[in-house]
């Protein structure tokens, strides 16, 4: 049976360690640079995005409230003409007004913060757990990025405790919630290892659909990712059901050995080692939040 050319997923693509590029984003390998151990005090590397809100200038008033979380600037923009968006108590409906440090901006009444929003990707290892607290948990993911910045960030989505690859933190409360909100279906890429060769017939019947415990799931693609060893797999699904992949495999007699994920919602891991953390780039972030709010 020939391959769909939508099922032709090489997991290893978004995994290789490729000398010359990070991340997909086309820019020089900086991994020394920008690769840094957790709690190193280093200085960011130039390329990410860490600016600050500015303390002492003037800003857009649609780029503060993008800056806030809640929104894309052109969202903002339609809040703003809606005249949802408040400056030191008087609604403002004017587009390209200007507001200052220390102005009470609010947004359907509630006040907008200014931290600046955060966003690093992770390499995650295996036998972690993806919380931001558990006192039952011996190793969490916040023990290898809890010193990466002032910032309190969260874990967007989880993966399993023996699940590795790439995990996204950020402050940002509004991107969070459009990457993880069931509705929204956000890509997502696995590299799966099985206990024994995956037959043809069963993999024909992952991509027709199956029906599981909480109801009938359908991959996007899938693909033998080695064509020389049918015990690793290439899968693309949306869906954010818990233990979804291994799930799928389990439904028809065969145990995930390991799992992989190595794209999320553009993000790959390229040159990001095991365990290991950085801030995503400017171009990174504006395609994660093209993803996001599109």
Excluded: W
Aim: proline share 4%; with cysteine; charged share 35%.
């Amino acid at each position: 049976m020939a391959q769909n050319k939508h099922d032709r997923i090489n997991p290893r693509k978004y995994n290789k360690k490729d000398a010359g590029q990070d991340s997909g984003t086309g820019r020089k390998d900086q991994s020394k640079k920008s690769v840094r151990r957790p709690g190193s005090k280093k200085n960011y590397p130039s390329g990410n995005s860490r600016s600050k809100m500015p303390s002492q200038e003037q800003m857009r008033l649609n780029k503060y409230i993008a800056h806030s979380g809640i929104c894309s600037r052109r969202e903002a923009d339609k809040f703003i003409e809606a005249g949802l968006v408040s400056v030191n108590g008087k609604i403002v409906t004017e587009l390209g007004s200007k507001v200052n440090p220390g102005d009470d901006i609010r947004y359907n009444g509630e006040r907008l913060g200014s931290e600046r929003k955060v966003y690093l990707l992770l390499n995650k290892p295996k036998n972690y757990i993806t919380t931001v607290e558990d006192p039952h948990a011996k190793k969490t993911v916040m023990d290898l990025v809890g010193k990466a910045c002032k910032e309190r960030i969260y874990p967007v989505g989880r993966l399993d405790r023996n699940t590795t690859g790439v995990l996204l933190f950020t402050n940002d409360g509004e991107l969070t919630r459009r990457l993880t909100h069931p509705s929204f279906n956000k890509k997502k890429i696995y590299h799966v290892f099985l206990n024994k060769n995956l037959l043809h017939n069963d993999l024909v019947k992952i991509r027709e659909g199956l029906t599981l415990d909480d109801g009938p799931i359908k991959v996007d693609a899938i693909a033998y990712a080695n064509k020389d060893n049918k015990k690793e797999i290439g899968i693309e699904i949306h869906s954010g059901r818990n233990r979804i992949v291994r799930r799928i495999f389990e439904k028809i007699g065969y145990e995930v050995t390991k799992l992989d994920r190595v794209y999320f919602a553009g993000l790959t891991k390229k040159n990001l080692p095991r365990g290991r953390y950085r801030f995503l780039t400017d171009r990174e972030i504006k395609i994660l939040k093209t993803n996001a709010f599109e």
